[in-house]
C-alpha cells in the first residue's frame, strides 16, 4: 500500500532554516509528479510546491516563492523541501502528497517559527 513518511520538522526561528523529507514506497514513484502541503492552526490544506517525475520541472506558490526549493531522489524513493528565510506564517504542518489537494498524504511533520 502507499506509504508517504515525512521527517524534518521542528522548532526555528524567524530566518533560519530546515529541510524536510519524505520516504515514499508502495508505487512507482518515479512516474508520478509529488506535492507539498501544509495547513497552519485554524486553516485548510494550502499547496505549496509541486515536482514532476524526473525532477525538472517544479512549481511553488507565491507564498513560498524563492524560498523554499522541492527535490527528489528517485533512486532513494524520496522527496525533499528545503525551507530558508523562515517566517512565523509559515508555522503548519507539512505533508507530502500524491496530489495537489493533498487527499493521499503522509501523517505529517509539524513546523513552528518561533523566537
Known amino acids: 500500500q502507499v506509504q508517504l513518511v515525512e521527517s524534518g520538522g521542528g522548532l526555528v526561528q524567524p530566518g533560519g532554516s530546515l529541510r524536510l523529507s519524505c520516504a515514499a514506497s508502495g508505487f512507482s514513484f518515479s512516474t508520478y509528479w509529488m506535492y507539498w502541503v501544509r495547513q497552519a492552526p485554524g486553516k485548510g490544506l494550502e499547496w505549496i510546491s509541486a515536482?514532476?517525475?524526473?525532477?525538472?520541472?517544479?512549481y511553488y506558490s507565491d507564498s513560498v516563492k524563492g524560498r523554499f526549493t522541492i527535490s527528489r531522489d528517485n533512486a532513494k524513493n524520496t522527496l525533499s523541501l528545503q525551507m530558508n528565510s523562515l517566517k512565523s506564517e509559515d508555522t503548519a504542518v507539512y505533508y507530502c502528497?500524491?496530489?495537489?489537494?493533498?487527499?493521499?498524504r503522509g501523517q505529517g511533520t509539524q513546523v513552528t517559527v518561533s523566537s
Open positions: 502528497a500524491k496530489d495537489p489537494a493533498g487527499a493521499n
Open positions: 515536482i514532476n517525475g524526473p525532477g525538472s520541472s517544479t
